[in-house]
């Protein structure tokens, strides 16, 4: 079915992204609760058109490690793109300091991140092109599914890259084709890369390069292209866990692993034995959003500094 406007009822919003607010809404017709994220752009509507039946390949992205698409419209000029409602958020919002996140939930976030991932690419053949903690959205349920990744051209285009942001996920390859203003460096393996940095950050409880150690954004750059790559920290995940995120974050793209290659790894052939009732995910997400929102209401007593959290 087709979705507009005069069919959904607003409610909360969600969260702020980059381009406009995230709201929940409810299609009336079906009584669906949704997710309705506002892009604005400032396009004319034949590019508007052109994004609105770029998106469309959407429908094709069904699988159940990919946040559902219902439909997208514009108004003036603003697109208006409504998907699944995941009630717990996304994985960052989830993370409460090092090592909250126990390893057999870890690797089953992770086998739920790659197997989207290799679905993408094996269905659609396309990249993700934007793996990271606030793009893999959780519910309730305990399912974990990826969202916002790039399937128009012309959106991606549209979209003023205003907010490079102080978290970078890209793959070292990619910095250094970046600043050597090569656009072609982007292959399927610097998805993998963002995974891996993404598990460790889930390990870790922040962000694995944190702003405050360097001096600026270039030193920061610098750190992922030159540097060690990040680690799982030790005292709280196994060796099996260290070395399969060790593969993700191979510095030189053509060493990292494979979606076939992660999939037979040990740690994810062990998830994969626990099964769907081996890990408590339910009860994962339920204590995770409880200390969610016990910080907030900390933090809005002012018992606790508030930390910015980046969007
Ligand atoms: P952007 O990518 O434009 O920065 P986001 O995708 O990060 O925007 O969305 C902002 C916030 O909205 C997220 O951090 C999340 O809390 C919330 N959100 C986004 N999509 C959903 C969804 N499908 N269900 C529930 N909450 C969502």
Sequence with gaps: ?????????????????????????????TGVEMAMKEIRLELDASKLNAIIMELD?????????????????????????????MDAGSLESLLNGPCSVPEPVLARITSR????????????????????PTNVLVNSRGEVKLCDFGVS???????????????SYMAPER???????????????????????????????????PPETYSNVFAQLQAIVHGDPPQLPAEAYSDVARAFVAGC??????????????????WLVADQERGADGVDMVGWV???MQKRKEKKEAASRGTTPVTPTNA
């Design 57 to 85: 390949i959407l429908h094709r992205a069904v699988s159940p490690e990919i946040v559902e698409f219902y439909g997208a419209f514009f108004i003036e000029s603003c697109v208006f793109y409504c998907m699944e409602f």
């Design 249 to 266: 974050l191979e510095k030189v793209a053509e060493r990292r692993f494979t979606y076939a290659q992660m999939m037979r790894h040990p």
């Design 286 to 288: 339920k204590g995770a």
């Design 1 to 29: 079915f087709k979705i507009n406007m005069e069919d959904l009822e607003l409610h909360d919003v969600l969260g702020k992204g980059n381009y406009g607010e995230v709201r929940k809404v409810r299609h009336t017709k």
């Design 113 to 132: 991140m790659v197997s989207g991932l290799a679905f993408l690419k094996d269905s659609l053949q396309i990249m993700h092109r934007d793996v990271k």
């Design 175 to 209: 910095i250094k084709g970046e600043s050597m203003a090569m656009p072609s460096t982007y292959t399927v393996a610097s998805d993998v890369w963002s995974l891996g940095l993404s598990i460790v950050e889930a390990g870790l409880g922040v962000y694995p390069y």
């Design 153 to 167: 051209g012309q959106l991606e285009k549209s979209l003023a890259k205003t907010n490079i942001g102080c978290q």
